[in-house]
């Protein structure tokens, strides 16, 4: 090899060994800070939690999430069950809290620091099943920069932080409120029973278009509101829930909003309203109530449809066991297109333009 070629492999080795120096100081400079705060809260089991209390407001709110099982429920929606993704992302965010620097030691600065019972933004406390407080803290109000202050119930040590989490105390922020969602392409038909008025729309076998079954002589349906009608059920969502014991007594559950699926799966609602709110209770079916018998000489095609219809039977049972139990506050929008009575649906159809005779030639 020549000389000018070892020159050359020469000055790449100096720079290849010069690049990895500087990545390496890079990377520690990088590590540094990413280590250079320390966890708010240390040494937390999550295992050992048994309930979870979270107030906010100054001590106005507060929600109480208890353990049940292997999930959780809300104690302030009489033990509603709890949606388990929440709840751990909730946890995740109180243990990622990282303190940066120690601002004070004296229990006298809490106030003005706002991390106290009656001045933080919230505070957060996770007790064991003997009802023991684990670890309890405190966060302030955000200095409008990204900054707070925090404090553990148990120290008078207060810590600035960057980037507080968001931490609700309302109960239904911890609550999956989604009942239902359910394709178009999936519903065959939508009966409404309001008071004495009644009547069925059904889908064509396309699913291009929704008709009126029974379609009043001289009637035809007015602008597309019935549309609305027959997909009131695709999202349903609920704003607020109570269990069927502790519902209003004065409830009278007298309009029925029934939608029926084309693999035979039925969703009923019964609907009451009061005070301008509207209440619903929901279960499910499966119509094909006919014994499901496995042959030898089944076909792959006809056992994968046994299949489907032993699973459709199933989630129905069990739809109708996680919700026989509750009452939904549902929507204004979606429970006014539920009890829509028929007239608002249709209109008289136009009469015929009158056609002038031709005029007889000279």
Known sequence: MSNKKLSVLGMIAVLMAGWAVLQNRISQNVNVADFSSSLLIEGLQVEAISAITITSDKGAKTTTLNRSGKGFVVADKDNYPADIARINRLINNCLDIRTHEKVTDNPDNHVDLKVTDETARYQVAFMDKDGKEIVRFFVSESDGEGGAFARLGTANDVYSIQQPPYISARPMDYVDAQLLQIEQKQIASVA?????????????????????????????????????????????????????????????????????????????????????????????????????????????????????????????????????????QIPSYIANNMTKPLAELLEDVPEPEAVEPAEAPD
């Open 192 to 328: 409404v029973r309001t008071g004495a008025d009644s009547y069925v729309l059904k889908a064509s076998e396309d699913k291009t278009t929704v008709e009126l079954q029974d379609m009043p002589e001289g009637k035809q349906v007015k602008g597309i509101d019935y549309k609305s009608v027959f997909g009131a059920i695709n999202s349903l969502r609920f704003e607020d829930v109570t269990s069927v014991a502790n519902s209003p007594a004065s409830l009278e559950f007298d309009n029925t909003y029934t939608c029926k699926l084309d693999d035979q799966t039925v969703y009923k609602l019964t609907l009451a309203q009061k005070d301008e709110k509207t209440y619903a209770k929901i279960s499910a079916d499966y119509l094909d109530k006919s014994q499901v018998k496995v042959g030898k000489d089944d076909s792959e095609e006809q056992l994968k449809e046994k299949e489907a219809k032993l699973l459709a039977m199933d989630a129905a049972k069990a739809f109708t066991q996680k919700h026989q139990n509750w009452v939904y």
